[in-house]
Nanobody, 124 residues
Framework: QVQLVESGGGSVQAGGSLRLSCAAS????????MGWFRQAPGKEREGVAA????????YYADSVKGRFTISQDNAKNTVYLQMNSLKPEDTAMYYC?????????????????WGQGTQVTVSS
């Protein structure tokens, strides 16, 4: 049974930083696409970043390029999202998700597994 567990959310002021973690277990494939999505109240879920673990290819939404970095620790089976220069508009529930490939990485319907989410709140 695949489980994705996010952690690291919290409240910060604008300009601050947070690092989110997503620990994966039960995933039998070494090659997989790990994505981060976010959803603010009243808005659709949007893809933030993704990483294809076998070749460490990374993908970013335009809104976070240069501020967010996705990375992995294979030994810990964990994917991270380092978020710097946070803005109030980054406030959302952040979800980790997994799919076999990074096809259409920013489309939530392509992902098979999801975590429970971790809240990020950025105040101005």
């Amino acid at each position: 049974q695949v489980q994705l567990v996010e952690s690291g959310g919290g409240s910060v002021q604008a300009g601050g930083s947070l690092r989110l973690s997503c620990a994966a277990s039960g995933y039998t494939y070494s090659r997989k696409c790990m994505g981060w999505f976010r959803q603010a109240p009243g808005k659709e879920r949007e893809g933030v970043a993704a990483l294809y673990t076998s070749v460490t290819s990374t993908y970013y939404a335009d809104s976070v390029k240069g501020r967010f970095t996705i990375s992995q620790d294979n030994a810990k089976n964990t994917v991270y999202l380092q978020m710097n220069s946070l803005k109030p508009e980054d406030t959302a529930m952040y979800y980790c998700a997994a799919q076999p490939l990074c096809r259409y990485w920013d489309r939530s319907e392509m992902y098979n597994y999801w975590g429970q989410g971790t809240q990020v709140t950025v105040s101005s």
